[in-house]
Nanobody
Framework: QVQLVESGGGLVQAGASLRLSCAASGRTFSDYKMGWFRQAQGKEREFVAGISWSGGSTVYADSVKGRFTISRENAKNMVYLQMNSLKHEDTAVYSC???????????????????WGQGTQVTVSS
């Protein structure tokens, strides 16, 4: 399995931007589809964005479409989540996840992902 470590979270005001990073180690990073999920306090985990192994295909939750961008750099074993126009309702712990099934459309279901990071807190003040 691949090990994942997120960074880049913090406290920002509504309307601001943040970029989350996820560093992967342990296996061939380009063999994995990657995803970002979030979990707000008292709520279930929800899908945010996913990206194919090459970066050529991306999927977004409707709630973040047009504001968030997922990207990856396979040479650096990194996946990113650029978050713009942040809203209070984006407050959550954000986790990156790896899907070992290399091919196909990025999944929006958490159970399709095999490895998870510990998460990074994003707090957006209104």
């Amino acid at each position: 399995q691949v090990q994942l470590v997120e960074s880049g979270g913090g406290l920002v005001q509504a309307g601001a931007s943040l970029r989350l990073s996820c560093a992967a180690s342990g296996r061939t990073f380009s063999d994995y589809k990657m995803g970002w999920f979030r979990q707000a306090q008292g709520k279930e985990r929800e899908f945010v964005a996913g990206i194919s192994w090459s970066g050529g295909s991306t999927v977004y939750a409707d709630s973040v479409k047009g504001r968030f961008t997922i990207s990856r750099e396979n040479a650096k074993n990194m996946v990113y989540l650029q978050m713009n126009s942040l809203k209070h309702e984006d407050t959550a712990v954000y986790s990156c996840a790896a899907d070992q099934r290399k091919f196909g459309r990025p999944s929006t279901y958490g159970y399709d992902y095999n490895s998870w990071g510990q998460g990074t807190q994003v707090t957006v003040s209104s």
